[in-house]
Every structure is written in C-alpha cells, then in structure tokens.
C-alpha cells in the first residue's frame, strides 16, 4: 500500500516539505467558534484537551479572519468562499460556473489529483453536495430545527419546568434522529478513516461539526463542568449595544436568541452552553484523531482544525455575529502534520479561507487564478512576513471594516458612523478613538486605505458614502 499523507478538514499544512507521494489531508471545520475558545493568546477559557494537542504538535495562526457575509447567514459566505476559493463578492457567481462545470470548487480539484475525497456534517453552500465530492454522509442543514422557548432566554427565576435546556432531548436541534449531530459526525470520520486505511489513494476529508452554533446543547456532564459561578462575563460586556438596527448591526435571529436588554445571568448562561458545546464537540474530535492515529496513517496527514468565524455571546452586548468585532471575525486556525513546526503561534493576519490554496500547494495542484486566497506555506517557512497588506471586512450594505499595522476601522455607512481601534492597545475594542481629535488624520487615511480595498473586492458599495448597495428588506439567517 502506498504511503500517502492524509487531509481532514482542519486545516493543514505541507507542500512546502518535499514530500514525495501526495499527502492525505483533514479538514475539521467547526461552525460559530471564536478564536478565544482554544487559548490562541495563551489563555484557555474553555477545556479542549484534543484541540489543545493540535496546537501543541502544530502551529497556530492566532489572527485568522473571515471576510464577512453579503447575506444574514454569515456562515453560507464563509463556507461558499472556502469550497470556491473567491472572495466574498465573487463567491456567488463562481458557485454558480462550478454549478455550470466551468470552474471547480475545493473538493473537484482535489478529486482531478488523483483523491478521494468525503464530506459529512453541515454543507450550507448554494451548490449540491454530491455534485463535488465522491463521498457524502449525513449532510447536515445550516441548523438543526429549534423551539420557540430556545429564544429570548434566560430569565433569572423563570419556571423550571418550562424552560429551556440544552441537555433536554425532547427540544430536538441538534438530539434531533436520537444521536448529538457532533456524535453522528465523528461516527462518519472514523467510519471512513477505517475503510481508507486499506487504499491506496490519498484523501481530502472535509469533516463540518454545526456545533457551537446553536441551540447550544451538550449532554449535562458537560453543562456541569462549566458551574455558573465560574463563568465570567466579557471585559468588553454591555447591556445593550448602541448601534443596533437595520442600518448597522441587525438584530436579527441570533441576537433573539438573548433577552434584551442582557443581563449578566442570560449571557453567564449562554456562555456556559457555548462552553459545554465546544468541550462536547472536542471529545468527539478526539475519538477522530484516535481512528487516524490507529489507522497508520496519522503520521502522513496533515490536520487543519478552523471554524467560519467566530461568535460574540456577550461581547460588546452582541450574541451573534453580524458585526466587524474581533470576537466574531476572527476563528482558531490550527494546522498539525508532518514537519510542521510543533508549539509555534504566527500572528500575522490571515483569512481562514487561506486553507483551500494551502491545501493545493501541499498537494502540488496548481492554484486556479479565481482562488484568490493564499497558501499560508511562506509563512510557516519564514519566506514570507506578510500574506495581505491589510485585512478587510464587510457585512451586506450596512457594515465595513479595515485592519492595517495594529488600526483598524469600522464603518456603519448608513448611519455615517465610524469607530476606530488600536488593537494592540485596546484588545477588546472598548476606546473608539474617533471621538479624539487627534486622531482625524488616521481616521483620513483608514477610510482612503479600506475605499481602495474595497474596489479591488468589487464591493457593490462603490463608497462609504454612497447609498447604492440593496439590502433585501427579509434578513433570514440559519
């Protein structure tokens, strides 16, 4: 049997290291997890002992961003720019050529060189499944089907007997079928791994837990390792934010899912369920890096672990993440493997769409000119400082943002409002610097710096100024 390295979707790493059979590689793609929950700067708030191995056997990228969402589901951009590898303003119509077979996504690509590739747990891209991967299982939908007691909770005293609670299985979400969706999954990956470790082909495994997005459930030992008392709320906590709306920062689905205005204890509890969820998801995550380890194959697989951006829960008074915050753009990104430099953390920004193009350079594909992302290779090699001069960010017609040299800016436009951050200074972007007369020219200059940005994303927007982007009046979001 050849000895070929193996891909999941977690994000990996290789090419770079003259590897003379095409590798395996793993992708594990969790769904609403912030960068914080693995510890990326040092400080674990939630247990994650397999996450917390990737990390220590790879290297981290502690500054890994989304670009943003053209629609209230940010993870349907997320997920379309990952498997088309456009960004977010040409996804759309590059999923719709590789519908038509002129362009190929992720998956095609690795299939043309010589890969099997499989895909199971959440998919919620506008394309189908089956027409771009060879296997599929248990494709799940962008979220399990929820009950109306699962919103605006909790309240401080409400009736026991009729509340909401995560480890109920008569509230479905993700118990619905009889088994945790998480479970179901690694069931899937080991599964395959087990059949794969007979053939001789290489393969690209795209593994999608929909945890922690919510309903945020978990079984109660896993409620339980989280005690109320030992949850802290955000430095950055408010009770309500002062820029919500349609014309700013919406308060859509996932804001419903909390009482306004919050309260400490509705957020603490929510933060407990996110917690729970991500711990509960890990342990499944373990039981798929044992079937890799057991296979033989484990030792040429490359690993990449990320999510499709991250999540407020409390933050700034926010629970979602239809904002241009720090909390909610950027997610882990975790690559392990083999020659990847064990316990090292890279802050350079970058997007975590970069894992398609790292991924063809490890396989030694060439990188189609309509992948505008970039292969994170050179800077793991120390080629390379710097992957994008700057970081932009955008949210429908209502929100945009820049990131450059430790600045960055946020926009409202239809409210003309701009916020302006030193991140370095100010980590939990709680000093807007635009009420500081000092700081005009910088503002000047960010607004110039994220226009042009915006023009070489084909930003429908065509300025910050302009009334010219159409938002549909129906903001739906799974």
Same mark, same amino acid.
């Given at each position: 049997m050849k000895n070929t390295l193996n891909f999941v979707f977690i994000l990996f790493c290789l090419n770079a290291y003259s590897q003379t059979e095409k590798p395996n590689i793993l992708f594990i793609f969790s769904d609403d997890q912030s960068f914080e929950t693995i510890g990326a700067n040092g400080q674990t708030i939630v247990e994650t002992p397999n996450l917390d191995r990737l990390t220590k056997s790879g290297t981290t990228f502690t500054h890994a961003y989304n670009q943003g969402s053209w629609a209230g589901a940010v993870c349907i951009a997320s997920r379309s720019m990952i498997i088309s590898g456009a960004s977010i303003w040409d996804a759309k119509n590059t999923l719709q050529e590789i519908k038509e077979k002129k362009k190929f996504s992720w998956p095609e690509l690795m299939k043309k060189a010589g890969y099997t590739t499989y895909m199971s747990g959440k998919w919620h891209v506008p394309i189908p499944v089956k027409s771009v991967f060879n296997i599929t299982k248990n494709v799940k939908a962008g979220m399990p089907k929820s009950v109306k007691k699962a919103y605006n909770r909790p309240v401080e005293g409400e009736n026991p007997d009729t509340a909401w609670y995560s480890w109920d299985t008569k509230n479905g979400g993700f118990w619905q079928g009889g088994k945790h969706w998480s479970e179901v999954l690694a069931d899937d990956g080991v599964e395959f791994i087990e059949k794969a470790k007979t053939d001789d082909n290489p393969f690209f495994m795209y593994l999608a837990f929909?945890?922690?997005?919510? =309903?945020?459930?978990?079984?109660?030992?896993?409620?339980?390792?989280?005690? +109320?008392? &030992? %949850? @802290?709320? /955000?430095?950055?906590?408010?009770?309500?934010?002062?820029?919500?709306?349609?014309?700013?920062?919406?308060?859509?689905?996932?804001?419903?899912?909390?009482?306004?205005?919050?309260?400490?204890?509705a957020i603490k509890v929510h933060r407990q369920e996110y917690y729970a969820s991500i711990t509960y998801m890990d342990a499944q995550i373990g039981r798929i890096l044992e079937a890799l380890e057991k296979s033989g194959k484990a030792e040429n697989t490359y690993i990449i672990f990320t999510s499709d951006h991250g999540l407020a829960v409390g933050h700034h008074g926010l629970v979602g993440k239809q904002n241009m915050y720090e909390h909610s753009m950027r997610a882990p990104f975790i690559i392990s493997g083999p020659n990847i430099k064990a316990d090292?953390?890279?802050?350079? =920004?970058?997007?975590?769409?970069?894992?398609?193009?790292?991924?063809?350079? +490890?396989? &030694? %594909? @060439?990188? /189609?000119?309509?992948?505008?992302?970039?292969?994170?290779?050179p800077l793991m090699q120390n080629n390379s400082n710097i992957n994008y001069e700057s970081i932009y960010g955008a949210y429908m017609g209502t929100q945009r943002m820049l990131i450059k040299d430790q600045w960055k800016l946020i926009v409202y436009p239809k409210i003309k409002k701009k916020k302006l951050f030193h991140l370095l200074e100010d980590e939990f972007e709680m000093n807007d610097l635009t009420i500081n007369p000092k700081y005009s020219n910088k503002v000047i200059e960010m607004t110039n710096l994220l226009e042009a940005e915006m023009d070489k994303n084909n930003d429908p927007m065509s300025s910050l100024e302009a009334a010219d982007y159409t938002v549909s009046k129906k903001i739906r979001h799974q």
């Open positions: 929909n945890a922690p997005h919510d =309903p945020r459930q978990a079984p109660k030992e896993y409620i339980d390792k989280y005690p +109320l008392e &030992s %949850i @802290k709320l /955000p430095e950055n906590y408010q009770d309500l934010y002062p820029d919500m709306g349609e014309k700013a920062i919406p308060k859509i689905r996932d804001e419903r899912l909390a009482p306004f205005p919050r309260t400490p204890y090292k953390k890279i802050e350079t =920004p970058i997007y975590l769409q970069d894992a398609m193009a790292t991924s063809l350079e +490890l396989a &030694s %594909i @060439k990188k /189609p000119n309509y992948v505008s992302f970039k292969s994170v290779l």
